[in-house]
C-alpha cells in the first residue's frame, strides 16, 4: 500500500510540474547567444564610444578654431628686441649692427595687438607704388645719420635690412644670419621665395643672396634700372643706354648666362616692370610704346627654357588689346602658374601652367580709384577709395579671379600686405590686422616709429616690427 501511494505521489508531482503555468513579473531563463552575436554587439559598443570621442574632439576642435581665428588681441608683450646702429667702417670694412636686449617687457596697449603681415606694397597710386620686393615698398626711414636710410623687406624667417653700405638678414629670432658689405648710391631690391637681389640703381652692381648668405656679385657694363630674381637664384637686370633696353640674365653666382633681350625704344618700348617665374625660366613685361603718337600698354612674355630657343627673341606671347587705355604698372607671378598685371583700372589675370600663356584671361574691373595693391602665392588684393560708409575697401581676389573678401576700414595705412591667412595695414606709429574672412585680429600703437611689419616666428599670435634703430617681436595675448 505504502508503494501504491509513493508512486501515486510522484505521478501528482509530475504532473504538476508539467501543468505549471509561469507568473506574471517572473523572469525568464536567459538565453544563451551564439559567439557571432556576442562579437557583434561588442564591436558595436566599441564603435559607439569611438565615435563619441570623435564627436567631442571635433566640436573641441572646432570651438578652438572658431576661437583663435575670430579672437581679437587686445594687448602684446616684447618677447624680445635688437638695436639697430651703424657703426663706422673700420672693421674689415664692413657695416655691422649690433643687438640687444633678450628679456620679455609688457608693452600694453590697451586695445593693441597686432597679427601678422608679409609681401605687400605701400599706399599711392599703383603706377608709383612699389611692393615690398624694391626699395621704396617697406616705406623709407632716416637713420642714425642724415644721409643713411634703412630699407626692410620680408625674408625668409624675418626680413633683410639694407642700407646704401649694406644688407644683414635678421630671423625670427631676431640673430644676425649674414651681413654684405657694398657702397651703393640708390639700392633696390625684389624677393621670390628664398633668393633676393640687391641692385644699385643706376649703377652697375648686383648682390645676390639666399638665406645663407650672399651666392654672388653680378655686374653690368650699362646702368641698371630694374632687377628680378627667381626662386633658384637666376637673376634679371634691366640695364638702358639712350635708344634701347637690354635684360640680361645671370646666374646665382652672379655669372652671366649669355641670354639677353633687346628692347628698341624707337619701337619695341620702354620695359615698365619685370617679373621672374619662381622656376626662372620665364620673365614677363609690362611695356609701354607709342602708337601713332598716342602711349599705349602690353604685357609680353618671354621664355629661356628649350621652348624659348625655338622662337624669335625668344618671345612666346603678349596682350594688347586687353590692355587697350590702361597702364599696367605692376606685373608678378603669384607662382608658378598665374601671372598678375595691375593696372590703373584694375587685375588680369594670365595663367602660364602650360608654359605658353593662355590668351583666355581673366580681367577684373575696378571702377573706384586704386590707392594701392598687394599679393600673396594664392591673392591679389587692391585698395580703393570707398564709395560709401568707411573710406577705404580692401577687395582680395583668389588666382582664378573670384572675389574671396571685401574689407572696408578707416584707417590712415602707409603698407598693405598679405602674410598666408592674414592681412595687415599699417603705419608709422601703429597696424591694424585682418584675416581673410574679414575679421579683425588686432589693432595698436608701436613704442617707436617703424617702417615693416610681418609676422613673427609664431604666426598665431606674433608680429615682427622694424624701424631704422630698433627691431621687436610682440607676442600679442
Known amino acids: 500500500m505504502s508503494d501504491m501511494q509513493n508512486m501515486d505521489r510522484e505521478n501528482k508531482k509530475r504532473r504538476l ?19 557571432d552575436e556576442i562579437i557583434t ?3 558595436r559598443k566599441k564603435f559607439l564610444r569611438i565615435f563619441l570621442v570623435i564627436l567631442f574632439l571635433a566640436a573641441a576642435l572646432f570651438c578652438g578654431y572658431r576661437y583663435f581665428y575670430q579672437h581679437e588681441y587686445t594687448d602684446y608683450s616684447v618677447h624680445w628686441e635688437r638695436a639697430m646702429r651703424f657703426v663706422d667702417e673700420t672693421d674689415n670694412g664692413t657695416d655691422s649692427q649690433t643687438s640687444a636686449g633678450t628679456d620679455e617687457t609688457s608693452a600694453s ?34 637713420g642714425v645719420t642724415g644721409s643713411q636710410f634703412v630699407e626692410y623687406i620680408p625674408f625668409g624667417e624675418n626680413v633683410i635690412r639694407y642700407t646704401r653700405d649694406g644688407a644683414t638678414y635678421i630671423d625670427g629670432s631676431g640673430n644676425n644670419v649674414w651681413t654684405v658689405s657694398y657702397e ?132 612666346i606671347g603678349g596682350f594688347e588689346e586687353e590692355f587697350d587705355g590702361q597702364m599696367v604698372a605692376r606685373v608678378r607671378y603669384l607662382n608658378q602658374d598665374t601671372v598678375c598685371a595691375f593696372s590703373d583700372t584694375g587685375l588680369t589675370f594670365i595663367s602660364v601652367r602650360n608654359v605658353i600663356p593662355d590668351p583666355n584671361v581673366i580681367s577684373v574691373t575696378v571702377e573706384e580709384e586704386i590707392e594701392s595693391i598687394c599679393y600673396s602665392d594664392q591673392y591679389a588684393a587692391v585698395i580703393v577709395d570707398n564709395q560709401s560708409g568707411t573710406p577705404y575697401r580692401m577687395d582680395i581676389y583668389a588666382t582664378d579671379g573670384t572675389l574671396k573678401e571685401s574689407i572696408e576700414f578707416d584707417y590712415p595705412y602707409t603698407g598693405a600686405s598679405i602674410d598666408g591667412d ?26 617707436f616709429p617703424v617702417s615693416l611689419v610681418r609676422s613673427g616666428k609664431n604666426r598665431f599670435n606674433s608680429l615682427i616690427v622694424a624701424g631704422s634703430d630698433r627691431m621687436q617681436e610682440l607676442r600679442l595675448r
Open 184 to 315: 651703393m648710391r640708390t639700392p633696390i631690391s625684389n624677393v621670390n621665395g628664398d633668393y633676393a637681389v640687391i641692385a644699385d640703381q643706376q649703377g652697375n652692381q648686383m648682390y645676390i643672396c639666399n638665406t645663407t648668405g650672399c651666392t654672388g656679385v653680378a655686374e653690368t657694363q650699362l646702368p641698371i634700372t630694374k632687377a628680378a630674381v627667381s626662386s633658384i637664384g637666376v637673376t634679371a637686370a634691366v640695364v638702358e643706354d639712350s635708344t634701347a633696353s637690354y635684360i640680361f640674365y645671370f646666374r646665382r653666382d652672379g655669372e652671366a648666362l649669355g641670354i639677353n633681350i633687346k628692347m628698341l625704344l624707337s619701337g619695341d618700348g620702354y620695359p615698365v616692370d619685370i617679373a621672374l617665374s619662381p622656376d626662372g625660366t620665364q620673365i614677363v613685361m609690362s611695356v609701354m610704346y607709342l602708337d601713332g603718337g598716342t602711349m599705349k600698354n602690353r604685357v609680353v612674355f618671354y621664355d629661356f627654357s628649350e621652348i624659348g630657343k625655338n622662337v624669335n627673341n625668344r618671345y
Open 41 to 43: 554587439r561588442h564591436r
Open 422 to 447: 592674414k592681412v595687415i595695414l599699417y603705419n608709422g606709429e601703429s597696424c591694424m590686422v585682418y584675416n581673410l574672412d574679414g575679421y579683425k585680429k588686432f589693432e595698436g600703437q608701436f613704442e
Open 17 to 35: 510540474r508539467n501543468n505549471i503555468v509561469q507568473m506574471p513579473g517572473s523572469q525568464a531563463p536567459p538565453e544563451e547567444m551564439d559567439e
Open 109 to 142: 596697449g590697451g586695445e593693441e595687438g597686432a597679427e601678422a603681415s608679409g609681401e605687400g606694397e605701400t599706399s599711392g597710386d599703383p603706377a608709383e607704388t612699389e611692393s615690398t620686393d624694391s626699395a621704396s615698398d617697406s616705406g623709407s626711414l632716416q
